[in-house]
């Protein structure tokens, strides 16, 4: 199998990407996006096809590696957004959890905004080079660092990241919220690229 890394994300691919998404992050978010069909429905409707790098094997997708900036995020949305997929009434309480989780581009630090890969891809160094093709994605625009949120409750992708260079820079505790999504506190992990 020949894989391939891109940025971008081919409209062919937009439900399998939110398959994906939905596979690696339903966890943490299923109280609030929940049901998987309405879930699916707001992801395909709110990703931006040019906030993503894709890696495909044999034109399958297999892994996908989000990123932020200041002209938006892989998975964003509005209120309109909500509205449209779970009315008026699941748009206003949906709006207000996902406040939280969001961390705004500052334009200091390139923002990777998820990692993915598909189940039966796992172990392959998939993860690997979709996190190498963000700091390259990041090193051609300019940038020096690179950073990404992890969650407490993921310490493969945290022990993954650490592997790859990035280091702990701040932790966040969620207080309350951990209820609603599942986990205790974020850390946020810096890689400091080179030219």
Not at 44 to 59: F, I, K
Not at 149 to 156: A, E, H, K, L
Request: aromatic share 8%; net charge positive; glycine share 12%.
């Amino acid at each position: 199998m020949t894989l391939a890394v891109q940025l971008g994300l081919p409209k062919t691919q937009r439900r399998a990407a939110a398959e994906l998404y939905w596979q690696a992050f339903g966890g943490k978010l299923g109280r609030v996006l929940g049901p998987d069909r309405a879930a699916l429905t707001y992801l395909e409707r709110v990703m931006q096809h040019d906030h993503v790098l894709v890696a495909t094997e044999d034109g399958r997708l297999v892994g996908l590696a989000g990123f932020k900036t200041a002209g938006g995020s892989f998975v964003g949305g509005t209120v309109d957004d909500l509205r449209a997929v779970y009315g008026r009434a699941g748009a206003m309480w949906r709006g207000v959890l996902l406040r939280f989780p969001r961390r705004e581009a500052d334009g200091s630090h390139f923002q990777m905004d998820g990692v993915c890969v598909a189940r039966e891809a796992r172990g392959r160094g998939i993860g690997s080079r979709l996190v190498e093709a963000v700091c390259a994605e990041a090193r051609r625009r300019g940038h020096a660092e690179v950073c990404l949120d992890v969650i407490d409750t993921n310490g493969r992708a945290k022990a993954l990241y650490e592997r790859l260079g990035f280091s702990a820079a701040a932790e966040d505790r969620i207080g309350a919220l951990r209820h609603v999504y599942g986990f205790r506190s974020v850390t946020t992990m810096v890689r400091r690229i080179t030219s």
